[in-house]
Nanobody
Framework: QVQLVESGGGLVQAGGSLRLSCAASGRSFSSYAMGWLRQAPGKEREFVGGISWSSGTTYYADSVKGRFTISRDNAKNTVYLQMNSLKPEDTAVYYC???????????????WGQGTQVTVSS
């Protein structure tokens, strides 16, 4: 089992920044790939980006490329999502999730955090 706890959501104006954190624990979580996904009201869950614990390789959805950055702190067992130049369409519940291999498909993630709300006002 892998446990994931997100934090850092909130309300921000368009053009602003937020950093989300995801603290991981449990057996062998470092062998997983970590992803950030989001779900806006009335929409399906959408892949945002991910990172490999082992290599640090990152990958992003086109909609956030150049604005969002994912990083990890191995000592703290934490993955971060730095979000810059936020837009109202970024408003969603953001989830941290773990999968056995890097993937952009929400259904392929095995473990999920509880989610944190991000609201971007215009």
């Amino acid at each position: 089992q892998v446990q994931l706890v997100e934090s850092g959501g909130g309300l921000v104006q368009a053009g602003g920044s937020l950093r989300l954190s995801c603290a991981a624990s449990g057996r062998s979580f470092s062998s997983y790939a970590m992803g950030w996904l989001r779900q806006a009201p009335g929409k399906e869950r959408e892949f945002v980006g991910g990172i490999s614990w082992s290599s640090g390789t990152t990958y992003y959805a086109d909609s956030v490329k150049g604005r969002f950055t994912i990083s990890r702190d191995n000592a703290k067992n934490t993955v971060y999502l730095q979000m810059n130049s936020l837009k109202p369409e970024d408003t969603a519940v953001y989830y941290c999730a773990a999968s056995r291999a890097p993937t952009g498909v929400a259904d392929h993630y095995d473990f999920w955090g509880q989610g944190t709300q991000v609201t971007v006002s215009s």
